[in-house]
């Protein structure tokens, strides 16, 4: 049990720190952010704005000098090989300063499944553009009437000689408006039990037949899109890996960090400055006049998220000893997304009336009104990705062995 | 006793759904979130024509003569539809401070208008410093005769936007004084918020805004205890109807909805947020219902402070769990903004904060439970 | 919607609360009450003592005048005939008096049943004797394997002439120590669908074959006890209704008043108690010493407390009006028993390191250590009469209509 | 950084699993209930063998000199067994203070005696007031030379009627002030409490009771900070050990009732307890762990203080979470004597209470966070 820094990785903390003082462009830097609003390198890398541009331009020149677009890529595939565990400080550095990632799902999901099981065609085509930033990633798994059951998923891909002909729907193809390419689930083989017939597959997504729309969500944001697929001529080369398997291949345990510490700092970094706030001049105006009685309330979110980054050191120091999680990461997820969504519902509280305000400016908008915000952005947290109702199903019968109902 | 509706209660809420279900569906709800006025002028007319913005006030001006636990059935289904407007301010913030305290003179020049539909009022109460009691009055008065003139800053007014008449409260060196204050002179400035239920809420700057005197110089705080216990028994009914429709939409959608080959409805987890919804939402109703009749039918003051505190403090938080569990048996569709159920969701947080949330009342609970 | 009587409705409280001041035995005088200790009329009928004998006769015999031992029995039977809100009533003035009621399961479940479903010479036989308080009852249903699933029951009943021969098992039969009759389900038809095989049976259970064994809990109290049959001969004639129809007979919806006002009765007083104690000197010494935090804990206890008055008001409401409640029960005894819970836990939260405390006698020991037994009492609240899960699954199956899992 | 155990503490935890599986088991846990003295001399002998009392205690002294994140992996196992007796009080109230301010003969004099299971010790710090500051020290002591004699009440002292020693929290002129009483005295009046745990807990009256002073006059309660937040976390440990084995038996009992025609932990609504059961107790393990590695590890007081505070509140009300989960999922079975899952239950009750609830410690963490 130690909560400390062995040598080494006290020295590998410091060489990330260093770094990002060093190179992370102003934009992206704490002190110039309102508010808690996040720069997106995603959305600044196709931005009008030239400093935009230049900013996200430089910002993954200084990372791919480190080989740290992909930290946790093998280094033969230009990745940065760090093990889990030097990972994880790269990623609590990171998250501690804020910086906004680079290179979005193509990095952090595309990638690595290509490298267990792309072909060598394939990872020479697809990896170096991914390092590059040439190609971003979206990720069309879910389905209208594929959600928690994504195993249900309908969109079809026929064989048509060398091509399949794909026909159907995604949903919460998240990035797709800042997306080249696209990696999908899809029916190749109906008949099959459900799980059997899928097939991972690759497309570029200005394929003919392929039409994004973007989803304004409930808080006018659009994170999100609709994809369409009609008649969409794809090579059958580009499923990764066997053909009818893909459910496995989406699925695969990616052996890289998976504690969540991102999300932990996040939020501990977000209650520090509604405390901090309220201590303040200018935000004890918009803190309500009784706030104190809910003094326990906001100690006790202190508290779920010292639990939740414990959780997340549990995760790493699994897998940091060969161990790989199982219903552990369940927990992470399901108590990190319910613990954001007190969060922002404490937020509000604090806020009284002021908790109304949706605009960000102004003088009556507290914290830029993050946490009215967030609490209809923190929504979704406990249904996508595997809702809760789903991670307690899983926790029960995966982690403790409870037969299924 | 008894805790059904009586027979003109059901009627009324009868004719109300049916009338809602039409004049104000959910197009026109998105439409006015939207809007800039955000109210139908059609659909007030038709409002008025229904006898509505004037349901509480007495026959002799213009009114139908009902009672407030009528008035609450009739917000319930405000809350069920969310009907876009300016009908609770109206009504609450205008005609119930009139009844209570105005002069004849002024329930003779106003009661008939709010009536009729032809004028909006709407109730300053609030300031920056967002309290709802006594000492949250920091803005000015001086009375002149029959004239009151104020200078501060009122915020989160609501429907200020469109109000012709502001019942504004200031202090004079007398205490609390309330005044009615046309919008319509340059000493009031109205500055829209934009909020989470995209509803109107406004800061109100009155730079020298003068007004009829309502009521005496200093009465005015204990003119409008009974006026804020009737707004905030409202923004419970309104909650109540809300949560209502949530939970039965939900339930729907659970019944519908089919994943792993069955309907989600058929789930014991989903099953089991549904029981706790309707548990949420009865419970919600008859403490609101109580309360409104505490107020209604005049029971001593002490019961009838305590049942509105209960009230607001149990709807608001009881609501709250019903629209979060709505979005989680939704999943993600109810997280876009073309359907329906997230309407519910951000509209149950202003009605939550209005007048105070459940911590704030648990507080007035507890102080009264002398602990 | 009116909380108040009508005249005849005052009329009435009045007779019944005047009744009680007059003729409650000093021993059931919430006065004389220690810490919340109610005295049992079912335990004083058959105590040694004799004070206690007597209270318990004299205040049988003056409820007998009135009719009021089953106040919702037909007259025909003995009862007092009561409407519904009537029965509220009484219940309710009994309730705030802490009156110890009469007669047991034998006033409330059987006779109701019997009823509803016996034979005129079952009838001639058994009421009588309730109603006079020669026979007290217990009810036989639940057994070690049919709990939640109650239909399993297995204790079988053989025909063997004019005879049925029961063997088996029965659990949870409270009171069956101070009892002389039991009613049962048995299973008669064990070929047939399990809601469909099932007898209601009257027995003495004195029986020979019929072993009764109390259950200590886990507050060392002996509410419970188990039953054994062996090869236990009982008249078929003591079937209650048709034969396998059992079940029905069981469940019988009975149409008095089923509000549970006397839990909400009994939390507001407890509740009232709890505030008051720490209120006076000798109580002030047990409340810990920072027990201001709770202050809002409290003031939820007593909004749930509101919130189930409603709940009861609402059944009667619906009985009065000859609506019979659906779901509405179920809320009842879901709200109140998991109330009853919470309410214990902030009683033993509030006396802090006294919480501890066990024995109700002694200067340490707070209110008696009435909340500290209730913390442990309160247990099987959500578990017995249907547990809270069973509650939930019957709202929203039978209820909402939603489909069976 | 590293949240797996060492192989020591591992090899420490099986063997301790192993012999408390044999020498502790539930009916002895049972039979200590109704037991006068409350613990088997003869176990307590047997955890001398295997070094425990001393594990703490340095190698001159005839300890093990493991340290106390090691203790904590053994307060687990004696949690998740129930293990009856003076264990806590022994080490926790008696060596950790003798370790941290004894003077070199008074560790001659006591630890070697604590390590061969000789003596039994116990804290006397808490009073009626039932306080855990240092207000809450009102028993009067007066100091002569090396000696102090104390007069007052201690309450919820445990297992005083079985220590040969306590270690007494008095109050002189210069502040609190400690003192080792022998119990073999006329001065000292134990009576013993009937407890819902069915533990040792006693009233302990002072009446001119004399022992020698630990510590310096007046620096009694900078001594206690430190033992106290030991003693917190290893109740926190305790509960941890608890609350695991709950959760294992209701798993393994809803993998074996069957209703329904199915074990009762196929339906959701029992799954879903189960999940956030294993939530509630890995949570509370770990947190349980960081605060015992601030102390075992002297972090920066300001980061200890919290670490354990945040321990305490946390592992209180999770583990309550957890044993009302356990209660449910057993339905009536678990409500019987004979079961086991409610020794589990009245329990934690013990140790939720000790040096503070969770609304305790939730407060301390609210003013360590500056609000």
């Known amino acids: 049990m130690d909560w400390s820094d062995s040598p080494e990785q006290a020295t590998f903390r410091e060489e990330v720190a260093e770094f990002i003082v060093e190179r992370l462009p102003g934009r992206y830097q704490s002190g110039s952010r309102e508010g808690g609003i996040v720069q997106s390198w995603q959305a600044d890398r196709k931005s009008v704005d030239t400093e935009a541009r230049d900013s996200a331009m430089n910002w993954a020149d200084a990372l791919a000098e480190k080989g740290w677009i992909a930290p946790h890529w093998p280094e033969e595939y230009g990745g940065a090989g760090l093990t889990v565990m030097e990972q994880f400080i790269y990623n609590q550095e990171m998250a501690k300063a804020a910086a906004s990632p680079v290179g979005g799902m193509g990095v952090s999901l595309l990638g690595p499944t290509m490298i267990v099981h792309g072909s060598d065609e394939q990872k020479a085509e697809h990896l170096p553009r991914v390092l590059s930033g040439e190609v971003a990633w979206a990720q069309g798994y879910s389905e209208p009437s594929a959600g928690s059951d994504l195993a249900s998923l309908q969109t079809r891909a026929i064989r048509d000689g060398d091509d399949l002909v794909i026909n159907g729907q995604k949903i919460w193809t998240s990035g797709a408006q800042y997306a080249d390419w696209l990696f999908a689930l899809v029916r190749t083989e109906p008949d099959a039990p459900k799980h059997r017939g899928i097939s991972f597959i690759v497309m570029d997504i200005k394929t003919p037949g392929i039409t994004v729309r973007p989803i304004v969500d409930m808080g006018w944001q659009e994170p999100f899109n609709e994809t369409f697929f009609e008649d969409v001529r794809v090579p059958a080369a580009n499923i990764v890996g066997e053909e009818n398997r893909g459910w496995y291949v989406g699925m695969t345990l990616l052996d890289f960090e998976r504690s969540g510490i991102s999300d932990a700092i996040q939020y501990e970094r977000t209650l520090t400055r509604l405390i901090d706030y309220g201590k303040s001049e200018a935000g004890a105006k918009h803190y309500r006049q009784d706030w104190k009685i809910l003094r326990h309330e906001v100690a006790e979110r202190y508290l779920e998220i010292g639990v939740l980054f414990n959780f997340a050191f549990r995760i790493v120091s699994m897998q940091n000893n060969g161990m790989v999680p199982n219903y552990e990461a369940s927990v992470n997820k399901l108590f990190g997304s319910e613990t954001h969504q007190r969060l922002s519902r404490t937020g509000t509280k604090l806020f009284g009336l002021y908790a109304n305000v949706w605009q960000r400016e102004g003088e009556h908008a507290p914290m830029n009104a993050e946490f009215t915000r967030d609490y209809v952005g923190s929504v979704p947290h406990t249904i996508f990705s595997g809702s809760s109702e789903i991670q307690r199903n899983v926790i029960a019968t995966r982690g403790l062995g409870l037969p299924r109902g | ?371």
Chains 1, 3 share one sequence.
């Open chain 2, 1 to 371: 006793m008894d805790l059904g509706l009586s027979e003109t209660q059901e009627l009324l809420k009868n004719s109300a759904r049916d009338f809602l279900e039409n004049e104000s569906p959910e197009q026109l709800v998105r439409d006015m979130e939207e809007d800039e006025a955000g109210y139908s002028p059609e659909l007030w007319s038709k409002m008025a024509e229904q006898g509505w913005q004037g349901l509480l006030i007495p026959e002799e001006h213009g009114g139908a003569g009902f009672d407030f636990l009528d008035l609450c059935v009739l917000i319930e289904e405000f809350g069920r539809a969310l009907v876009p407007g300016p009908f609770m301010s109206t009504v609450l913030g205008g005609a119930v401070p009139l009844m209570e305290i105005g002069s004849d003179e002024q329930k003779a020049e106003f009661l008939p208008r709010i009536a009729s539909g032809d004028v909006i009022f709407s109730l300053a109460l609030t300031e920056p410093s967002a309290r709802f009691d006594e000492e949250g009055v920091e803005c000015t008065a001086s009375v002149n005769g029959n004239e009151v003139t104020f200078n501060g800053t009122k915020l989160f007014v609501p429907d200020a936007n469109v109000a012709d008449y502001l019942i504004v409260a200031g202090r004079t060196d007398k205490g609390v004084t309330l005044g009615i204050v046309a919008t319509d002179q340059p000493g009031v400035e109205v500055t829209q918020l934009q909020t989470i239920a995209r509803d109107k809420q406004a800061e109100v700057k009155l730079n020298g805004a003068t007004g009829q005197l309502l009521g005496n110089d200093g009465d005015g705080w204990d003119a409008l205890k009974p006026v804020v216990n009737h707004y905030t028994v409202a923004e419970c009914a309104y909650l109540v109807g809300l949560a209502q429709m949530d939970f039965e939409i939900s339930v729907d959608y659970a019944k519908e909805r089919v994943q792993f080959g069955r309907p989600i409805g058929s789930f014991q987890a989903i099953q089991h947020k549904c029981a706790d919804m309707v548990t949420d939402v009865d419970g919600s109703r008859f403490i609101m219902y109580k309360a409104a009749w505490s107020l209604a039918t005049d029971q001593p003051d002490a019961d009838t402070q305590m049942s509105v505190n209960m009230a607001k403090a149990w709807c608001s938080e009881a609501t709250r769990r019903v629209v979060a569990h709505g979005q989680q048996i939704h999943g993600g569709i109810g997280f876009t903004k073309d359907y329906k159920i997230q309407l519910y969701f951000r509209r149950q947080k202003r009605a939550e904060l209005a007048f105070g949330d459940a911590d704030y009342h648990r507080e007035l609970v507890a102080q009264q439970l002398g602990i």
